[in-house]
């Protein structure tokens, strides 16, 4: 198994599959899951030739439980910490979730300094802030991520079978396919990491302004999301990020989930790719 320590002592665990001078992808998971999740996407690219990477997010997975540095500086630093170590450039970011937070600061503060990102996927991303303020009134209420913390705190186990059984990939739509296999393994993925991790990782994803950071990004970058995503709204979010990257392209997918990596990859790695090919 692949790790690397960063500065601060947390052990952070990698995959990195495929040919070394191939063009790599780099993908960042989302809360509370791991690089497990994206199992679709990096057999897919590795049969069309890619290098591709992931990591557990620090206090996920299999990385190290480490008590301190669970906010969207230090998962963008850790990140950095994953590129530096594999030595890698000319790399496709590709960042769901709060790791779509994790990849619009790593490429704002390291990536774009550093000369190393080729193109930015953010994929029914945070950014730029969930949380419901004076200044952004159409975001979600705090009380909502209250209830969140509250709910692990209560019953960890129980708060993510229901996250994954319900709205994270739409299956309490009515009319919807329910795949056990799907929730049993995101279950699994979210029950590997630390509680303390995905406790302070909820004011991570949902209170971190990252205008800024959009702002910043100058590489291509595609926004995808699908319109029935009961997570992070896309009103709140694909459709904010596009007005302030300069260079972004918007794709929306009707009627598709949070979680739609996992249940429509068909439709969304063909689309990854030729972005990435473009």
Do not use: C
């Amino acid at each position: 198994m692949a790790y690397l320590t960063t500065a601060d002592g947390a052990e952070i665990y990698y995959k990195d599959w495929g040919p070394k001078d191939a063009q790599p992808v780099m993908f960042h998971h989302g809360w509370p899951l791991s690089a497990d999740d994206w199992d679709a996407q990096m057999l897919f690219f590795l049969a069309n030739g890619y290098r591709v990477v992931a990591h557990d997010r620090r206090g996920h997975g299999r990385s190290s439980q480490i008590d301190t540095g669970h906010d969207m500086d230090h998962y963008a630093a850790d990140a950095f910490a994953v590129v530096e170590h594999l030595d890698l450039r000319n790399v496709v970011h590709v960042g769901h979730s709060t790791g779509g937070g994790e990849v619009a600061r790593y490429v704002a503060k390291f990536g774009q300094p550093q000369g190393r990102v080729a193109k930015a996927v953010l994929v029914s991303a945070v950014p730029p802030l969930m949380a419901q303020t004076e200044a952004n009134p159409g975001g979600t209420p705090v009380a909502v991520f209250d209830g969140f913390r509250k709910a692990l705190a209560d019953n960890r186990a129980a708060f993510f079978l229901n996250v994954a059984s319900g709205p994270f990939y739409g299956f309490n739509r009515p009319g919807q396919t329910v795949l056990e296999g799907v929730i049993n393994n995101w279950w699994r993925q979210g029950m590997m990491g630390s509680a303390l991790a995905h406790y302070k990782g909820i004011k991570a994803f949902s209170e971190t302004d990252q205008t800024e950071d959009l702002k910043a990004i100058t590489v291509p970058t595609l926004v995808i999301q699908g319109d029935d995503d009961q997570i992070v709204p896309y009103t709140d979010a694909a459709l904010l990020q596009i007005k302030l990257l300069v260079n972004g392209t918007l794709k929306i997918y009707p009627g598709y989930p949070h979680g739609m990596l996992t249940t429509q990859a068909d439709v969304i790695n063909p689309d990854l790719l030729a972005f990435i090919r473009s």
